[in-house]
């Protein structure tokens, strides 16, 4: 997919107070098929906020949300299923007393005559981390025998039981190894070829300049900028995200617009 092609999802102007506390500002957001948007700004940014009215948790206090070019509500988290929006949390919210299976398809059970469909759940789960270059040992151990990696993208895989068009992945590398790290990135480009919308949240500039199309800046509830990674430096996004319009960066382009000499 091309930058040009229609965002599957938009926020425009998106505004969302708690009490006295303004935490979005008239934000825009635009998630396009096949491109990975990573969402990144300080602690107390609006992210966590952000994804949440995509998500269903918070519904919008102004603004416009709309789906494949059609003004929509969510209201509840249900309603963002039911487009095709699936969403990751940082907690993954695995059952660790169950094996794979059961998780992916926890909430989805397959079933035969009111009796659970073991054999189609298995070959089902088995054809999705295949497709998806999944490695895990077996999809009939307990959750909490996995590696932190493997967890991790077991609950992705499991977001993808219900064929969502647009994934949002919450902090996914956050206290992994270096491995782990590979692997979920590894898997985050997979999402990007199979066409889906990815939104990545992350503190990481190495991990989202590695998988990233676009990058866009929250700062103090407020949209600070948006980059195409191939154009822009580690450094000019962590300027966007710190405030900090006074660079060697900036200083350097502003000489080079104005063509000044050295200072």
């Given at each position: ?37 990573a969402l990144v700004g300080d602690n107390g940014a609006g992210k966590s906020t952000l994804i949440k009215t995509i998500a ?30 699936a969403t990751v949390y940082q907690d993954l919210a695995l059952c660790d007393n169950l094996d794979v299976v059961a998780n ?153 617009d104005g063509g000044e000499g050295n200072e």
């Open positions: 997919m091309t930058a040009t092609a229609a965002p599957v999802l938009a926020l425009s102007g998106v505004s969302k107070r708690f009490g006295a506390v303004q935490a979005l500002t008239d934000v825009d957001l635009e998630i396009r098929p096949g491109e990975v948007t269903g948790v918070h519904p919008i206090d102004s603004g416009t949300i709309s789906w494949k070019g059609e003004v929509v509500r969510i209201a509840k988290p249900h309603d963002a299923q039911e487009l095709g929006i992916l398809f926890l909430g989805r059970e397959l079933r035969r005559r009111s009796v659970l469909d073991q054999v189609q759940m298995e070959r089902q789960a088995l054809e999705l981390l295949d497709t998806l270059s999944i490695r895990i040992p077996s999809v009939r151990i307990p959750v909490a025998s996995l590696s932190g990696g493997q967890r991790q993208v077991v609950a992705i895989a499991r977001a993808l039981v219900g064929s969502p068009e647009v994934v949002i992945l919450d902090e996914p590398t956050a206290a992994l190894g270096v491995e782990q790290t590979a692997q979920v990135l590894d898997l985050v480009e997979r999402l990007r070829e199979r066409g889906l919308g990815v939104v990545l949240i992350s503190h990481n500039i190495a991990d989202v300049r590695a998988v990233a199309d676009e990058v866009a800046v929250l700062r103090l509830g407020r949209n600070n900028g948006l980059f195409r990674v191939e154009d822009t430096s580690g450094e000019e996004i962590i300027a966007a995200i710190t405030g900090a319009a006074d660079n060697a960066v900036s200083r350097r382009r502003a000489r080079k």
